[in-house]
């Protein structure tokens, strides 16, 4: 998608929303919402304050975009891990890719979900919840996930959903600060790997 944003002599300057998104997803990955300033957006964008204002309204309209840009895109495989045939599978995948993910060496460490949400103060109280309330959604899915386990026999009568949702999310925030701290993907995984027998042995799963 394409809109021109500026007239110049000649031709109108063209500019591409989806690279600008791009970009500015990861701004917002490596900085935050607060940490991502005006000037540093507009510059790295290759655009003026009201040129960004046309295109995207403000910059919570910016992150919004971005952010759904990182849901669909990067930060996809978590939709698809609900998928799998068994709770220790969902478990196992999720926990595996994300060691991988959160580490990966072509975009900012951690996910952009969390790190966001950890360095939005008062003055971002409207980014703030919209992050928690991705993370509440994803955790939701995780929930049902695991009540149909449940129900069709694949966790035990004792087993507590939300409480395995949770516990999922938490290690996923955890092990995302941890990235953004220099964890290297071997470690998450030997992390993750520890989850997992932790599960496996609390719920009596078959691989």
């Known amino acids: 998608m394409s809109i021109n944003v500026k007239k110049l002599r000649g031709r109108p300057r063209v500019f591409d929303m989806d ?3 791009d970009k500015a997803l990861a ?3 490596e900085r935050g919402y607060e940490g991502a300033s005006l000037a540093e957006l507009t510059e790295t964008l290759g655009i003026n304050k ?8 403000n910059k919570e309209e910016l992150f919004k975009k971005s952010l759904s840009r990182y849901t669909s895109g990067p930060v ?3 939709r698809d891990v609900i998928n799998e045939p068994t709770a ?3 478990a196992e995948r999720f926990l595996l890719n994300a060691a991988e993910f959160l580490t990966a060496k072509d975009h900012p ?3 952009m979900i969390v790190q966001a949400a950890l360095s939005s103060g008062e003055s971002a109280d409207m980014v703030k919840d919209l992050l928690i309330q991705y993370r509440y959604a994803y955790e939701h899915q995780l929930v049902l996930r695991f009540e149909k386990a449940k129900i069709d026999g694949d966790l035990p009568d004792d087993a507590k959903p939300k409480s395995l949702a949770k516990y999922l999310a938490t290690l996923h925030q955890g092990m995302s600060v941890q990235a953004t701290s220099g964890t290297s993907k071997d ?11 932790n599960w496996q042995n609390k719920n009596k799963l078959s691989k």
Do not use: D
């Open 76 to 78: 996809a495989f978590v």
């Open 109 to 111: 460490k951690g996910c």
């Open 187 to 197: 470690e998450l995984l030997e992390i993750a790997e520890l989850a997992l027998e």
């Open 50 to 57: 009201p040129s960004l204002y046309a295109a995207f309204g």
């Open 27 to 29: 701004i917002f990955w």
């Open 88 to 90: 220790y599978k969902v």
């Open 19 to 21: 690279e600008a998104l």
